[in-house]
């Protein structure tokens, strides 16, 4: 192995595995950039965009999430019936080969769990109507 010029040698570093997480926040998503710009200019479009949201049983079992965190193979995907969004994959899990589906209040539990500069802020209640739940 060579040496840099200062005389310190290079290290080998290598990846032992890798995870995905989609996180379903149904909260943050009129924040997006698009459906903000929409919103501010069509201020109706937020209580319409809020009816389509869907919950995470059905985040869950949208067959294109099953395929991101491995529990369908992408080459099935175009099996299956579309719109898949209609046709949800029944007895589906969040947990996947390759990672898992985060519900909304897990997300903002492990939000501020991992806030040091105390930026996230909940109401007690919050917490223990959710903490004990998913932490």
């Known amino acids: ?28 998503v009129c924040y997006g950039s698009k459906p ?20 995470f049983a059905a985040a869950t079992a949208y067959a294109p999430h099953q395929v991101y965190i491995g529990n369908i193979a992408p080459e099935k995907l175009s099996d299956l019936p579309k719109p ?3 046709r949800l994959i029944e007895g589906a899990t969040p947990e996947g080969r390759f990672g898992d589906l985060v519900a909304q209040s897990k997300f903002y539990g492990l ?22 739940r998913h932490i």
């Open 36 to 55: 903000l710009r929409e919103i501010r200019a069509h201020p109706a479009l937020g209580d319409e965009l809020t009816k389509r949201l869907r919950d």
């Open 111 to 132: 939000l501020a769990g991992s806030d040091q500069f105390d930026l996230v802020s909940f109401e007690e209640s919050w917490f223990q109507e959710h903490a004990a």
């Open 1 to 28: 192995m060579s040496e840099f010029k200062d005389g310190l040698k290079p290290i080998r570093v290598g990846i032992e595995g890798v995870s995905y997480s989609l996180t379903h926040v149904p909260d943050l």
């Open 84 to 86: 898949w969004y209609e």
